[in-house]
C-alpha cells in the first residue's frame, strides 16, 4: 500500500462522484447520491462497502452507537457524503474520528448540493496512517 495507490483511488472516486453529479445535479436526497455513486464505483469494479457499522470501543467498554459510514471503498478511504448548503466543520470532525475508529488512511468528503463538487463540493482528508505510508512514486 502506497500513498500514491491511495491518491489515485482517491481520484477516481472523486471523478466518479462528478459524474453522479453531471447526471443528476444538485437538489436530491443524499441517499439518492449515495446509492447512484455506489452502483458507479462497483461498474468500474471497486470494492464497496455501504452502510456499515463503526466500532467504539472506549477504555476496552464495545459502544454500541449505532455509528456509520456512507461507503468504504478498497476498505482503505471512507467517502461521507452530504447534501448540505455548505459543508461544516463538524462534517469534518465527523469524518476524522471514523478515520481513527475505523483505522483508515484517507477520507473523502462530497457534498451533493453544489455547483461544482471538483471547485468546492468535495475535501479530502488524511489520518496519521497515511503519513506514515511509502510515497510509492
Known amino acids: 500500500m502506497t500513498q500514491k ?3 489515485d ?7 466518479s462522484a462528478i459524474e453522479v453529479h453531471k447526471e443528476l445535479g444538485p437538489g436530491l436526497l443524499e441517499s439518492v447520491y449515495e446509492k447512484c455513486l ?6 468500474k469494479g471497486y470494492l464497496v462497502d455501504v452502510q456499515q457499522k463503526v466500532p467504539l470501543i472506549f477504555r476496552g467498554l464495545h459502544i454500541d452507537c449505532d455509528l456509520r ?5 478498497e476498505r482503505l478511504i471512507v467517502v461521507e457524503l452530504k447534501a448540505v448548503e ?19 488512511p484517507k477520507g ?3 457534498n451533493f448540493n453544489c455547483t461544482n463538487i471538483f471547485k ?7 489520518a496519521d496512517i497515511y503519513a506514515n505510508l511509502p510515497k510509492g512514486y
Open 5 to 7: 495507490y491511495i491518491n
Open 9 to 15: 483511488l482517491t481520484h477516481s472516486i472523486i471523478g
Open 38 to 43: 455506489v452502483h458507479l464505483l462497483k461498474e
Open 69 to 73: 459510514f456512507d461507503i468504504l471503498v
Open 86 to 104: 455548505v459543508l461544516l466543520p463538524i462534517h469534518e470532525a465527523q469524518l476524522l474520528t471514523y478515520l481513527k475508529l475505523l483505522e483508515k
Open 108 to 110: 473523502i468528503l462530497i
Open 120 to 126: 468546492e463540493g468535495q475535501k479530502t482528508l488524511v
